[in-house]
């Protein structure tokens, strides 16, 4: 499920940039990518929740 | 080599922790004491003038740092009478100060509606004698003539004010609570700037004890270098405008503005270094992820974007050379980042709520203990109320706000104001309890939704302009929960003391205002930052008001979808791609919050960030220097208070009883 989301948001990020380089800036085709985007990350941080507890390392100040 | 995945709920979990530094073990007790409410009301009412004066002159009201003032007053009695101050008393003493000295900004609108009706943009824009008497007195008025607030003018102003106030409170209190249960308890977000007053007031407790700790030591520190701060940036300034007409400055507030500077290798960009350097203190505070890439981003923001992608694809369109900080602000907002932001902050909300709803649906399946992320127990005896009323006391007091605005601007359409009340209000306020919980301050805001209102209602009156609409915002209110729950104050004491103490600061505040309205006009030399900013001030709220006459906006047509729409999707790819990449979510809310900023006003916090990020955490050690960098920034703003007020103070006297001969 990692992998999904992270197809997932990679995916919406290109269609974005190509809305923007080769579409016109259209606000539809951005809020598609957006659309994309939400999926994938409610995905992202649904699969973080089911997961907790596998990854308990802790974060440093400087990362 | 790839990262290792770190998951958000890891990573606000650690964070929460570092935050709290005495590891969330705290028995709660009331701290609303009888000396300590006559103690508050005492000090807080002495200082409020100077706070007010001070808000007037510098553009900061010191209401922040002045109550540390009546805490070293408390604590030096206690010691002298061999008794003890516990935190939980000193912790309601700062709060009842801060909101006895802050009483007198609440009737600032009036001192600024009485300058507006009168400006020569009020009469150009043709809305002076529109505005309505619920707002303020008429411009030819005897009340603001005289400049008085104590004038039968200001009735109706004053007692819709007051109607308003305590409907406010009811919904503040209630939304405020639920939205800390949702954010601290169950999301378990560190909430960075809490500690600050928490363990200042701990540090302070513990000089009345039989031992002294680190804590004071610290404590002292800050305030040494408060002082000394404070009478460079404030104390010089508000001494040498009792004796000149023009106060001498001896750093430029509020800021040394080099957009010109710049303006030939980055037109468009925006640099003006904010002399305000008490923002270390914060720097050293604030995650230091959240700092630097916040401060990286605003340059690359003011030396790439705009000049090379923006300016050059003709986003960027009105600026032209010689403009300053303010005024290039205001047109590059206008051509691109108003409605840039407005996506950019919806993003926001959406991401919280990806964050939370997962959380939320496996509550039910989840049991988890108090303190627990995920978990919506309450600890034992911290004077918890039931979800349920605290719901229902929210949803009387918007009912009973919504019929008032109602009843002030009776042809508006309800369905607007009950979809601002009962929609907007609580998305809103979740989204900035969000960024107070991660970042400190306030990140959310969506312009020109009233006017986007307006226009969909057609309704063609001024007098909506000057309506208080229902939008609100709770989140920010949410910090002062976790430092209540940090000093291990019970949360019944604090409701208790501010109910106690409201009635009061109503009726002192008007009078102080009154007084400082009455010493002179107000702008004036005597008061140089509203002198500099309230004339444009004007000039925005003009164009704002009359923005949809005739059917022509221009701050309307500043918003377009094609750029709303970039602000949404570019913050949920970075939010995204940083997510794909393992790197932490810190990173997104710095970015979020540099873009289109001015770097120039992150530089004070980004040097403290550097200073404690790379020698003090190597001087003190991780763990040492988060428990004194709390109490050093608190030691600091009592300094900044105790200079700031006593040098204030000097000058009110002196104008109030001086008459200058020239």
Known sequence: MEKLASIIIIFGTILWLVSVLFLGGSWQWQMFAALILTIGIFTAHFWEELSEGRNKKTPKDDT | MARERISQADEWQTWAQRYDIEGGTRTFESGLTVKVFFGALFVGLLMMPGSIYLSYVSGQSGAAAAPWVAVILFTELARRSFTTARRQELYMLLSLTGAAVGSGMQY??????????????????????????????????????????????????????????????????????????????????????????????????????????????????????????????????????????????????????????????????????????????????????????????????????????????????????????????????????????????????????????????????????????????????????????????????????????????????????????????????????????????????????????????????????????????????????????????????????????????IISGILVQHFIWQIAPIPSAQYPFVQMMWPINATHECLMKTSLRDGNSEMLQAIRGDYVAAGFTSSLAIYGLLWVFRYPSMWFYGIIGGIGADPGSMVARLLGAIIGRFYMIKRFGLKRWFMFNPVLAAGFACGVGLVGMGTVAIALVSKAVIVKPF
């Not at chain 2, 940036?233 to 007409?245: C, K, R």
């Not at chain 2, 790439?304 to 047109?331: M, S």
């Open chain 2, 108 to 505: 600032r609108s009036f001192i600024w509606y009485a300058y507006f009706v009168n400006t020569p943009q009020a009469v150009s824009y043709e809305i002076a004698d529109k505005i309505p008497a619920w707002v303020v007195p008429a411009g030819d008025s005897v009340g603001v003539l005289s400049r008085s607030l104590l004038h039968p003018d200001w009735l109706l102003p004053i007692g819709i004010y007051l109607a308003t106030k305590l409907l406010g409170t009811l919904r503040f209190v209630s939304g405020q609570y639920i939205l800390f249960r949702l954010t601290a308890d169950l999301e378990r977000l560190p909430y960075p700037m809490a500690p600050i007053t928490a363990q200042g007031a701990t540090a302070l407790a513990e000089t009345t004890g039989k031992q002294e700790t680190w804590r004071w030591q610290v404590f002292s520190i800050g305030s040494m270098a408060g002082l000394l701060w404070g009478f460079i940036y404030i104390g010089v300034p508000a001494l040498t405008g009792v004796m000149m007409s023009t106060p001498i400055q001896i750093l430029k507030i509020p800021w040394i503005d080099f957009t010109q500077s710049i303006e030939g290798f980055a037109p468009t960009g925006v640099f003006a270094l904010r002399t305000d350097f008490s923002q270390m203190l914060i720097g050293f505070v604030l995650p230091f992820p959240v700092v630097m890439s916040e401060f990286v981003t605003a340059m690359l923001s003011q030396f790439v974007v705009n000049p090379h992608i923006l300016y050059r694809n003709e986003i960027l369109h009105q600026w032209h050379p010689g403009l300053d900080v303010r005024a290039v602000g205001l047109f590059n907002g206008l051509d691109f980042y108003r409605s840039y932001d407005m996506g950019k902050n919806f993003s926001l909300g959406l991401v919280g709520m990806a964050a939370s709803i997962p959380m939320i649906f496996k509550l039910r399946s989840s049991k988890k203990e108090a303190g627990q992320r995920g978990s919506l127990a309450t600890p034992p005896n911290r004077g918890d109320f039931p979800l349920w009323l605290m719901g229902i006391l929210w949803l009387i007091g918007m009912a009973g706000f919504v019929w008032l605005i109602h009843w002030m601007v009776p042809n508006f359409p309800l369905s607007f104001l009950l979809g601002f009340a009962f929609l907007y209000t609580p998305i809103n306020s979740y989204i900035t309890a969000r960024t107070f919980g991660v970042l400190g301050r306030d990140l959310f805001e969506i312009p020109y939704l009233h006017e986007i209102t307006f226009i969909l209602s057609r309704y063609e009156e001024i007098d909506i302009w000057f309506a208080p609409l229902p939008d609100e915002d709770y989140g920010a209110g949410t910090q002062g929960w976790r430092v209540l729950e940090l000093t291990g104050t019970t949360f019944t004491s604090n409701l208790a003391a501010t109910l106690l103490i409201m009635p009061i600061l």
